[in-house]
């Protein structure tokens, strides 16, 4: 059962995650409030596996796999309201400086345009490859090969040349 | 503008280091909530998946004893059994569910290919209980005999209720061709007919045509197609 102790465990690592967190809500929920009550889906599922994390394996692969698969049901629900959070006024990861969105370079605003193209399991490649994962590491969070993400890597690489060149 | 991948991987970094200095987690909320508490759509799912199995237990143990005790009369016999199959089509329905629905409660750290397709699959089952039940509808006198019997303490197959239950007969029997045309339009990818279309929106139609095509999006991603 989660202690108090396990609590505060799990606050310090959710603490030192939140940019991973944040990083995949956002890529599958553009839209504000939709992505507060990701947010918190994610953040209870992380919970309530919490005391089955092995320790053998590496943290942020268990994160991933999470925030990924909790993302992706989340989307493809369609859903705006989810039942499995809790109505909440304040905000679990908030952004402090509302300026953030707004002074965003222009090619970063196209960097997620082009995310958000791409499909629900091609996003979550994307996602892990952008965050510096050795190919190990994403096919260990998406359960393919090595040679299927340096396949897929290639491709994303061909699709976003020509996307840019239109622009 | 061509941008090459390296170059959004910087963007992206750029990104992240202004993400640490301006996002923030609300650590006395997070202290304050109490997630224990939240009932999950998965939790949700057993609780109430649980109940119908135990239910349908309950009426298969109950229908075979209904069929023992009423071995002499054939009728009733029979109609007791094909309601018994019925149930155990259920039965084996269900269990499969909660087999997934376990395995997703449990571990839902698994691999995102895994995990997804679990996920499609549990849809998947789910819509087929529905056409399963489509299927049922037609045959409501096998069921209306033996609940007759339980409640009513009457033999819809003696000649005074005999016309009665012709009439149901056919009825039911008039009901199967469309019925039938359902569950086919059910299984197939595409339903082009507008009406069925409507019609069959609300049986979950919808959520098994996009999980059986997910399902294939995750099959050819794990091959690399």
Known sequence: MNTQQNKEQFIDIISRNKKLIYKVCNSYCRDAAD???????VIIRLWQAFDKYDERYKLSTWMYRIALNTAISHYR??????????PLTEHLIDIADDNLETELDERVKQLYTFINQLDELNRALMILYLDDN???????????????VATRIGRVKQNLKQQFAKI | MIMELEELKTLWS???KKLDKSLQLNIKLLR???FDKVYGKVKTLIIYKTLEMLILIFMLIYLIKFAINNFPAPG???CALISAVFMIAAVISDIRQMAILVQLRSDYSAP???LQKQVEKLKLLIVNYVKWSLISIPCYPVFLVVAAKIFLNSDLWSPRHFNYLLINLIIGIVLLPGFTYLYRQLNKPVVENRWVKNLLTGSGWNQAASAQTFLDEIEKFEKGE
Request: aromatic share 4%.
């Open chain 2, 76 to 78: 009733l016999t029979g």
């Open chain 1, 134 to 148: 050795s190919y190990r590491e994403i096919a260990e969070v998406l359960g393919i090969t090595e040679t299927n």
């Open chain 1, 77 to 86: 629900s369609g859903k705006r309201r989810n039942e499995a959070t809790i």
């Open chain 2, 14 to 16: 750029d990104y992240d």
């Open chain 2, 32 to 34: 304050q909530v109490n």
């Open chain 2, 112 to 114: 995102v290919s895994a």
């Open chain 1, 35 to 41: 992505r507060q009550d990701l947010v918190q889906e």
